[in-house]
């Protein structure tokens, strides 16, 4: 990949995008992962107003610290920087508060981590519309595209998506050539939405460059029965969320009525 050439034409993207319509600047979630800390920076490196929110739910520690030291250092190199912590914890408690009891707290583990992204997803468009910004995406390709690792109407719910074009071995390509933090660079990545340290890997069960693997060769028109071991596992993986999380992928099915029954 032409690094510098590829990040140039992301802020480019992103420039012509926001001065066509006629939008002020941007606003992003800064979870202290590599993808949100890439896209914070090309959309900094816009010259457009940019405004970062911090909106811990429960957030580990280290997390909260990363978004917080990578917030700094935009500060420090871009004065279109801008800053909200927003402390949604209070608000996540009420919700699940008001809710129904459930026989087994366990069976509703993914729908409250859902509910967090959605929460958050809604406090950026607060903002946005407060402000006249536009919501930036911070998926990659193979979360967004492969595995459907994102929640929908959560962090999938953008209006933009500067780097859902680019595998996830090419955003830490650039976040390296931007100079993002190394604790981030080095930072195991995971989706923040569970209040612990618990990576992607752990949920999905393969990496990232397994997942760009196995995503070329599904690309390739190759089967599990091209497979033995590890590669087999890892490839299962890959199909078992790509097929599952399809809805994701695809615009929202609408049942079209006949003419003759109008």
């Not at 978004?67 to 909200?84: G, K, T, Y």
């Not at 402000?131 to 690792?149: H, I, M, P, S």
């Not at 397994?210 to 070329?216: K, T, V, Y």
């Amino acid at each position: 990949m032409h690094t510098e050439k590829v990040t140039q034409y992301i802020v480019d993207w992103l420039s012509d995008y926001a001065v066509k319509a006629n939008i002020k600047g941007f606003t992003i979630g800064i979870s202290g992962g590599i993808d949100s800390a890439v896209t914070s920076t090309l959309c900094a490196k816009t010259g457009l107003s940019l405004l970062c929110l911090e909106m811990p739910i429960h957030q580990a520690k280290n997390q909260v610290t990363r978004a917080d030291r990578h917030i700094d250092w935009l500060q420090e190199n871009f004065p279109n920087v801008s800053r909200q912590p927003v402390n949604l914890t209070p608000v996540f408690d009420s919700f699940v508060a008001a809710l129904p009891p459930v026989e087994k707290e366990e069976e509703r583990f993914m729908s409250l981590a859902n509910t967090r992204a959605r929460l958050r997803m809604t406090t950026l468009y607060y903002f946005a519309a407060l402000k006249g910004y536009l919501v930036a995406g911070t998926g990659n390709k193979v979360e967004d595209f492969g595995v459907g690792f994102y929640t929908k109407y959560g962090d999938g719910g953008v209006d933009l998506s500067p780097i859902a074009d680019l595998l996830k071995s090419e955003v830490y390509e650039i976040g390296k050539f931007l100079g993002v933090n190394d604790e981030i660079i080095k930072a195991a990545p995971t989706d923040g939405l569970w209040g612990d340290d618990r990576t992607d890997e752990d949920q999905i069960g393969a990496s990232y460059p397994e997942l760009e693997w196995a995503m070329q060769m599904q690309d390739e028109g190759r089967t599990e029965a091209d497979f033995d071991g590890r590669q087999k596992e890892v490839f299962t993986i890959y199909r078992k969320f790509n097929t599952a999380n399809r809805h994701k992928m695809i615009p929202i099915p609408v049942c079209e009525i006949p003419k003759t029954l109008k």
